[in-house]
Nanobody, 114 residues
Framework: QGQLVESGGGLVQPGGSLRLSCTGS????????LDWYRQAPGKEREWIAG???????MFGDAAKGRFAVSRDDQKNTMYLQMNSLKLDDTAVYYC????????WGQGTQVTVSS
C-alpha cells in the first residue's frame, strides 16, 4: 500500500507563498495520477488540484490562477506551489492517490494570517 507524506506547511501572511510536497514511501508515485485536497475548520474536504501521470494538470476554482501542481518522479514527489495566499486558504492540505476512498497522507497545516 505505501504511504504519502506531506510537508511544507506553515504560517504565512496574506499575499505570501508556500510550496507543499507530497512524497511517496513504499509506493512508486510515477504510476499514478495524484491530487491535492484541503479541509478548513468546520468545512468538508475540498478537491483543489490534480496531476495526471503524463503531467497534465487540473485545478478547482479555489486554485485557478494562483496555485500550480507539479511532480518530480525521480524524487517520487508531487508539489503544490501556492501563491497570493488568502485568509480563506487556511486549511489542512492533503495529498491523495485513488480518490476519496484511496490513499491519503496525514496532512500539513497551512495558516494564512497577518
Amino acid at each position: 500500500q505505501g504511504q504519502l507524506v506531506e510537508s511544507g506547511g506553515g504560517l504565512v501572511q496574506p499575499g505570501g507563498s508556500l510550496r507543499l510536497s507530497c512524497t511517496g514511501s513504499g509506493i512508486n508515485l510515477r504510476a499514478y495520477g495524484l491530487d491535492w485536497y484541503r479541509q478548513a475548520p468546520g468545512k468538508e474536504r475540498e478537491w483543489i488540484a490534480g496531476i495526471a501521470r503524463n503531467g497534465n494538470t487540473m485545478f478547482g476554482d479555489a486554485a485557478k490562477g494562483r496555485f500550480a501542481v507539479s511532480r518530480d518522479d525521480q524524487k517520487n514527489t508531487m508539489y503544490l506551489q501556492m501563491n497570493s495566499l488568502k485568509l480563506d486558504d487556511t486549511a489542512v492540505y492533503y495529498c491523495n492517490k485513488g480518490g476519496r476512498s484511496g490513499l491519503w497522507g496525514q496532512g500539513t497545516q497551512v495558516t494564512v494570517s497577518s
